[in-house]
C-alpha cells in the first residue's frame, strides 16, 4: 500500500508520558512528549495519578501534535496506539481516545506493541544514521524489561534471553535510591558515574543462564554495601558518590556486555540495535561503541528523542502495519502483559 501523504498518528500512553507524533513514510514531522512531574515527590510512578494526568494531557499532545506536523485531522490515515505492555489504568486511556478519534474519522486502528516499537524505532528515517539489516539482535533494556531478541523480520522476533527477576532499569532507580538520588535516580547515577573511578568498588555479576539476566541480587549487593560502609562512615555516600555510581554503572554495563557477547556467539549475529529508555544511559552506548573495534559487531544506537517511551516509535510500526493491511478491530482492548 504505497501513499505519497501517508501520516500516521501515534498514540503512547503506557506508563507516565503522553506523547503523540505524526510519521509519514518514516519520516517524524511532529513528536510531542508530555512528562509528568507528579511522581517525583511519592520516588515512582503512581498508577492511579499517572491515569489522571493522561486524561487531562491527551487532548492537547495529540492537538500540538497535529498543529506541529501541519496538517488536519482528516488527512490522517490511521491512527496506532500502544496496547500494552504497560500500567492498565494508563493504556485505558490511551486505548479508548484511539479507538473513538479513529472511529470518529472513519479511518484504521492499528494496535502496537510497546516494546516492538523500542526495536522497530530504528527503522524511522534520521539523517545520517543507517537502519538494521535483518537478522540483527535487539537488546531492549527499560524500567520494566530487559531481553535479547532476535529480530529476523519487522514482525518476526523471539525472545533469546530475558531477566528472571527486575529489569534493568529499576536496577539502576533502586541503586540510585539507596544513594538518597531523588526519583528518577537512573540518569543521576549515570551523571556521577561519567566523573567517577569505575574500578574503585567491586559488585558480583550475577550468575543465571547464558543469555538471561538477572538484577535482584545486585540491588540486594549494593543495599548491604552501603548499609555496611556507612555504619562504618556516616559520610561515606557523599565523600565517594561519583565512585559508587561509577562501580555500579560498570557492573550493570558489563554484565549487559557478556549477555550480549553470549547471543552474538550463539547465532552468529553480529549486528546489534538497542532499544528502551536506559538505551540513553552513556556508559551502555560506549561499551557498544566500543565493541563495534574489538569485536567487529555493527553496532546501532537510536537517537535520545526515540530511546525513552515517545510516540514517534508507535507511529513507525503503525505505518509498517497500515502498509500490510494489519488492522485492528474495535473491539480491541488494553493489555497490560503482552508477549512478542
Known amino acids: ?30 513528536n510531542v512528549v508530555a512528562t509528568q512531574k507528579i511522581h517525583e515527590e511519592y520516588g515512582g510512578v503512581v498508577p492511579e495519578l499517572a491515569s489522571r494526568a493522561h486524561q487531562q494531557n491527551i487532548v492537547p499532545v495529540v492537538h500540538q501534535a497535529l498543529r506541529i506536523a501541519n496538517i488536519d485531522k482528516k488527512q490522517l490515515k490511521a491512527i496506532a496506539f500502544t496496547r500494552g505492555p504497560g500500567l492498565m489504568g494508563s493504556l485505558l486511556v490511551g486505548t479508548s481516545f484511539s479507538k473513538s478519534f479513529a472511529f470518529g474519522l472513519g479511518i484504521p486502528l492499528i494496535d502496537v506493541n510497546h516494546m516492538q516499537a523500542h526495536i522497530l524505532a530504528h527503522f524511522i528515517k534520521i539523517e545520517g544514521q543507517t537502519m538494521p539489516s535483518f537478522p540483527f539482535l535487539a537488546l531492549t533494556i527499560s524500567g520494566g524489561h530487559t531481553q535479547i531478541v532476535k529480530v529476523t523480520d519487522y514482525f518476526n522476533m523471539e525472545i533469546l534471553g530475558q531477566t528472571i527477576d527486575d529489569a534493568v532499569g529499576e536496577a539502576f532507580d533502586k541503586s540510585a535510591k539507596i544513594l538518597g538520588l531523588p526519583y528518577p535516580g537512573g540518569p543521576l547515577l549515570d551523571k556521577y558515574a561519567q566523573q567517577g573511578n569505575k574500578k574503585a568498588f567491586k559488585f558480583t555479576k550475577p550468575r543465571v543462564n547464558p543469555m538471561d539476566f538477572s538484577f535482584s541480587g545486585l540491588k540486594t549487593a549494593v543495599l548491604y554495601f552501603i548499609q555496611r560502609e556507612v555504619k562504618n562512615d556516616p559520610d561515606f555516600i557523599a565523600k565517594n558518590m561519583k565512585d559508587i555510581c561509577a562501580s555500579i554503572q560498570f557492573t550493570i554495563v558489563d554484565y549487559l556486555m557478556d549477555k550480549l557477547k553470549n547471543a552474538v556467539k550463539h547465532t552468529g549475529i553480529k549486528e546489534i540495535a538497542i532499544g528502551g529508555g536506559v538505551s540513553a544511559n552513556s556508559g551502555i552506548r560506549q561499551a557498544l561503541k566500543e565493541a563495534e573495534k574489538k569485536y567487529g559487531w555493527k553496532t546501532h544506537i537510536p537517537d535520545f528523542a526515540f530511546c525513552t517511551d515517545n510516540a514517534a516509535m508507535i507511529a513507525m510500526v503503525g505505518e509498517l502495519k497500515y502498509k500490510s493491511g494489519d488492522f485492528a478491530s474495535f473491539d480491541v482492548v488494553a493489555k497490560a502483559r503482552m508477549k512478542f
Open 1 to 30: 500500500m504505497k501513499d505519497k501523504n501517508c501520516f500516521i498518528l501515534g498514540i503512547e500512553s503506557s506508563c507516565d508520558d503522553t506523547a503523540a507524533a505524526v510519521i509519514n513514510n518514516g519520516t517524524v514531522l511532529s
